[in-house]
Every structure is written in C-alpha cells, then in structure tokens.
C-alpha cells in the first residue's frame, strides 16, 4: 500500500469531504466508511469505475495507470478552458509508488448512455438513431474546430443529454486525446475514421443484444456510417468560401441564416478578391454555438441548452400579439416567463413529479400538444399534451418520446440521489 505522504493530489474547488476521501488506498479498497456510493449505469469500461457522492453532489471515480490518469486529467482541463462538451474534471490522486492514479470527474446531471436509450425505445429507434448521428457529428465538429483530435470517439465514451428536440453528446474518456492549436486534414480525416469504425461497431452490438438478425446488423453499420456524411456537410458549412459579386447582398444573408440556424454566432464576415478579380469570396468567422441560447438569455435571463432555446424562442415569439403582451422584447420576455413558462412547470411538476428537468419537460410538453394538434387538425390544448406525457403515450419516434424512456430509466429521479430540491433551469 503507497505510503500517504507520498500521494501527489491536485483538486478543483475542493470541499471538505473531497479532501478527505482515501487517496492513498486502490479504489478496490474503499468501503462505506470512505465514501457515500451510489449504483448507476456504466457502460464497458478498462477500468474500475464507482459513483459516490461528495459535498452534494454525484462524481465518478476511475483508477487507472498513472500515465493515462495525468493526460487525461490535463486534457479534461483544457476541454473545459475551450468550453467544449466534456465531463468535466474534479481532481487527480497520483501513487507514483503504485503507478496508479484516481481520477474523478463531475457526473453529468441528467444524461444517459445509448444503450440505455435504445432498448427502452422500439418504435421510435429509427428517429432516435438519427438524432444520435447527427449528436456525435456535431461533437467532433466542435472538438475538431478547437484543435482536439479525440483518437476513441465512440458512443461508448459518450454521454447523451436532451436539448429540446436534439441530443448533445459529451465526451466522457479523454485518455488519448490531443490538444493542439489546429489540427491538419489528416488528423481530422483518421479521427473521423475511428468514428464511424466505433460507431458501427457500438450500433451492432446493440443489435445483437437486441436480438435482431443479420440483416438489421448491417443495415446498423450501413447507417453509422453516415456519420460521416454528416461531419462533413457541418464542416463544410461551417468552413466553406463562396463567390459572391456586390450584388448578391442576399447570398450574404442566407448564408449567415443558415449558420444561425444551425446555432452558430458569427464572429466576423470578410470578403476578399476572388481569381480573376470579377467576384470577391465570401469568408465567415464562426464562434461559439449558442446563437439562440444568447438570445434568449437577453431577453429572459435563462441559461438553456442551444436546442432548448430554439424552441423556448419560437415559443416566446409566438405569444406576442396575444392580448396584454408588451411590445418591446424585453418586457415581452419577462411578460412570457410569468405567463407561459412559469404556470406550465408548476404543472409539469404536479403531473410529472418534481425531479424533472423544467426546461426540457416544457419543450416536450410544446412539441407533444403540436404534434397532437397536427395529428387531430385542431389545438388540443395543454390538459391533453399533459395527459399523454403523464401516460407516456408520446408519439412514436418524435423527440417528446425521449422523455419515456428517461422517466423509465430514472434519468429524471438522479437528484433524488443527493435527497435535495431539483436543480435549477441551466
């Protein structure tokens, strides 16, 4: 057993019982004395992986070599520095004596693992399978466009949260990733590559556990690898030139609407001479990815997910005009937040129970009484968009279906772990 003193320990915003878990003893070895464990699904893993609870609130705790747990650590670090979708790390407990290190990081509040998701959906796989791709494209964008090439992308290192009617995925192992300033073509091609290699592979195992024949194994494959597709459609939007001449004002527009679309903010917009000097090439900045989530902060003070804040705007922007609604943005924000959001998640949380996540169960509780009104040619109003959330009779396939297997998986009930109120909108 490593000698206590010679336990090299490096923590973020320490609390008091994160200091004094046992750092200088195998992982293996704790017991409940030590540390407040809690059961939750993990996937495969190389390693021992445990879930306590520390200072209120859930963390995952992995042991490793000594080598892996350092980089991993300091990657997870920069991950967080570059604001990008990662878990984020909590500290590092190096042995030096054992070449053994205990890395802990912050367990990712209401997410859930594809496996999870895909066998308590049936109906609704397909639509699922699709958001699922367009998630893990989306993700390696993001990492590509910071300089980090992830070298293990796979929906077994991912985990999935709802935003609205998408999924974000975060990267969970960041063992062998490479932070750089840019990566090159190449470096961004064999990621890519790795990819859809992981990602099939992790579709048809599911597959198998799923029961289902050959034919459907390879159909999964075949699918996945359409991530690829999807990567390089964002990249190219993202990235691409364009001739314009000084005419085409609209061509600008339409671009920079596509990009905002998608919920990016553009950085900057330039043009420069094109070959031949009879056009000039339309080059935009792209930054973060919270055009919409901006937005709506400005005029409600929300924190929301990108997609979330798409939906909330269409919302918030469909009540104007109602009757007693102020005319500037402002007021009319604060004017939605009391009359629309606010009353609805005081019934979302009497009907569905109060671990929900408010904002999210109001996205679905929007896109199920359209999609019931579409279904009946007629509004059917809030009581009967309530009701078959309540019964998890959301229409198959539709991104409201999620939110059934959440409440079977318990991904709803996780702040119950920490026997305090639920979090608030973030």
């Known amino acids: 057993m490593a000698d206590p003193a010679a336990i090299a320990l490096r923590l973020v915003r320490p609390g008091a019982q994160l200091l004094t878990l046992p750092w200088a003893r195998p992982l293996a070895t704790w017991g409940e004395a030590d540390a407040r464990f809690v059961e939750l699904p993990v996937g495969t893993s190389r390693h021992l992986v445990r879930f306590c609870i520390v200072d209120g ?24 520095r570059r604001q990008l979708p990662a878990v984020r790390a909590v500290g590092l407990a190096e042995r030096p004596a054992d070449d053994a290190a205990i890395l802990v990081t912050r367990f990712l509040a209401r997410s859930f693992q594809y496996r999870r998701l895909f066998v308590r959906l049936r109906e609704g796989t397909v639509a699922q399978r699709e958001r ?3 998630a893990m494209a989306g993700l390696l964008v993001e990492l590509h466009r910071r300089g980090v090439y992830w070298g293990d992308c796979s929906l077994a290192n991912t985990l999935l949260v ?4 998408t999924l974000q995925a975060y ?14 073509d190449g470096q961004r091609a064999f990621d890519l590559e790795l990819m859809v290699e992981n990602v099939a592979g992790d579709l048809a195992d599911v597959a198998a556990i799923d029961g289902r024949g050959l034919d459907a194994i390879a159909e999964d494959i075949a699918v996945a690898e359409s991530v690829q597709t999807r990567y390089c459609d964002l990249w190219d939007e993202l990235h691409r030139e364009e001739p314009v001449t000084p005419g085409e004002r609209f061509r600008v527009e339409s671009r920079l609407r596509r990009l905002n679309d998608l919920g990016f903010v553009v950085d900057e917009v330039s043009f420069e001479p094109g070959p031949g000097g009879d056009a000039l090439r339309l080059k935009v900045a792209v930054a973060d990815r919270r055009y919409h989530a ?25 009540s104007a005009g109602a009757p007693g609604t102020p005319a500037t943005p402002e007021a009319l924000g604060r004017w939605w937040l009391e009359h629309c959001l606010e009353p609805a998640v005081v019934r979302l949380r009497a009907t569905l129970g109060e671990g929900i996540d408010p904002i999210q169960a109001y996205c679905d ?26 019964a998890r009779r959301t229409p198959a396939g539709s991104a409201a279906d999620l939110a059934v297997a959440e409440a ?19």
Do not use: C, M
């Open 162 to 165: 709802r935003d609205g009617q």
């Open 408 to 426: 079977e998986t318990g991904v709803w009930r996780v702040q119950d772990l920490l026997g305090g109120e639920p979090d608030e909108p973030a």
């Open 132 to 134: 699922l791709l367009d």
């Open 57 to 80: 609130e859930v963390l995952a705790v992995k042991e490793l070599a000594l080598w892996p747990a350092r980089r991993e650590y300091e990657a997870l670090r920069l991950l967080e």
């Open 171 to 184: 990267l969970v192992d960041a063992e062998t990733a490479e932070i750089h300033d840019q990566l090159s």
């Open 294 to 318: 901006s937005r709506l902060f400005d005029l409600t003070g929300l924190q929301v997910g990108e997609g979330q804040a798409a939906i909330l705007l269409n919302d918030l922007n469909a």
């Open 365 to 390: 509780l929007l896109e199920v009484r359209w999609l019931l009104s579409e279904r009946a040619g007629a509004d059917v109003g809030t009581d009967a968009a309530l009701a078959a959330l309540a």
